[in-house]
């Protein structure tokens, strides 16, 4: 007991030394993400509802994921040449724009144009963030930082799923049109990422470290293999997730015959797990180390996306979205400070890019691929695609890395066997 009274004194004292910067950040950060909640739950019903096809669905999602990639790698070293401060200001603002122009117009290239200006957004915004909290924290706070956002971005995810499901049937008491409901829920969505310019006003841009020797130098110097071989595994597990991933909310609706109403209730519950899970992470890395917990939990989320796939039940099928949802991401934070302790704190934006542009990339084919097994009627191969995939990737994420965490070593071998 007293141990356990201790771990958590520590915990507070951590979280209470966040920096003034930290503090603003993460609560526009939880801002925007409430406005990603409710885009997640609505647009692709909304397309839907407007008479598009499936296919074009999984053409307006890559184009989003298209234009993140390809913006990947000028978006780092405009983050690290402008600030993390003015790229966060133009990210919101670029999210903002993007979300209004999706919920007003029914023209093809329009709405495709619009959701590949939300990718550009979420370019800068995915690539800044992680350097953004290195440079803000140090060893003492920094796993506790990262854990924090994961979970902040959970809850805020849950809040925005639960407003994502609520207000169609909110509007519905007063229009009757059902893609009119969702149009002004996402407007809605677009609001809340115009607040979170607010809070970013008032952080204090740090300047980037970096001496003329280390600057001077070629890029990712030294670490050049280490970089492939991470972005070799957000690759296959970014073409994994973006087979089914995207298309969850038309699974449940069109399968399983879920209202929007159970869609954000579900995930909002998985979202709330998420956090829960974010929060606790730091004392499941103690034990297996970063790698560790990565590999075992990445492992475990399997058979529960297999569980959706079989059910014909939505309550199981909710078990099933609920564990696949926590298990696969909880390790997030973990592996994202794994990758940034490994950069100089000059090349972490750069760096950053190309973890993410293997991943939003290959999840931008694997969510073609997903459209259009959709629209050939076969869910089932896309969940076994994504499960073949997430089988792969943490393999070789292990074997690539394992030798990073010495002191963990054992207790990774030991679950994994």
């Known amino acids: 007991m007293a141990r356990i009274t201790e771990e958590i004194i520590d915990y507070k004292e951590r979280l209470a030394s966040f920096s003034k910067n930290s503090k603003i950040f993460l609560l526009s950060h939880g801002l925007n993400t ?27 999602i890559s184009s989003h994921l298209i234009l993140s990639s390809v913006f990947l790698l000028p978006g780092g070293a405009i983050s690290d040449r402008i ?5 966060f200001l133009l990210s919101t603002v670029t999210m903002g724009i993007s979300i209004f122009m999706l919920s007003t117009t029914r023209q093809r290239l ?19 963030v992680d350097p953004f909290m290195m440079e803000q924290s140090d060893d003492y706070e920094r796993m506790h930082l990262f854990s924090f956002s994961a979970a902040l971005q959970s809850f805020s995810r849950m809040i925005g799923s639960l407003i994502g499901g609520i207000l169609p049937a909110f509007f519905a008491f007063y229009i009757l049109d059902l893609s009119i409901q969702y149009r002004y829920t996402l407007m809605t969505a677009g609001g809340f990422s115009l607040v979170a310019l607010i809070p970013i006003i008032f952080i204090k841009e740090v300047k980037i470290g970096g001496d003329h020797e280390t600057t001077s130098q070629p890029l990712f110097s030294g670490k050049r293999l280490f970089i ?5 595994c957000s690759m296959i597990i970014g073409f994994g997730a973006g ?8 699974y449940f609706s069109q399968e399983l015959h879920a209202t929007a109403t159970q869609i954000g209730v579900m995930f ?6 998420m956090a829960i899970a974010s929060l606790v992470l730091p004392f499941v890395v103690r034990r297996f180390g970063k790698i560790g917990t990565t590999v075992i939990t990445q492992f475990l989320s399997i058979p529960f996306l297999l569980l959706i796939m079989v059910t014909r039940q939505l309550a199981y099928a909710f078990c099933g ?10 390790s997030h934070p973990a592996q994202k400070n794994f990758y940034m302790d490994e950069i100089p704190e000059h090349e972490r934006g750069k760096a950053n890019s190309v973890s993410q542009f293997g ?17 050939t009627g076969t869910f089932n191969h896309a969940f076994q695609v994504t499960t073949v995939l997430y089988m792969i990737g943490t393999t070789l994420f292990f074997f690539f890395f394992k030798d990073k965490e010495p002191g963990s070593r054992n207790s990774i071998n030991k679950k994994v066997k």
């Not at 600030?83 to 790229?87: E, H, L, S, V, W």
Request: hydrophobic share 55%; net charge positive; aromatic share 12%.
């Open 34 to 60: 409430v406005s990603m909640g409710i885009f997640t739950v609505i647009l692709n019903l909304y397309i839907l509802e407007m008479g598009f096809s499936a296919q074009f669905l999984g053409l307006i």
């Open 83 to 87: 600030g993390r401060k003015n790229t």
């Open 110 to 128: 329009l709405l495709i144009a619009a959701n590949s200006l939300r990718g550009m957004s979420t370019s800068l915004s995915n690539i800044t």
């Open 228 to 232: 492939i071989k991470f972005a070799v």
């Open 243 to 250: 087979v089914i991933v995207p298309f969850f909310n038309v």
């Open 268 to 273: 909002s519950a998985s979202e709330l797990s």
């Open 321 to 330: 979205f609920f564990m696949r949802m926590t298990l696969m991401n909880m």
């Open 359 to 375: 991943s939003t990339f290959s999840r931008a084919f694997g969510s073609d691929l997903g459209g259009y097994l959709i629209a």
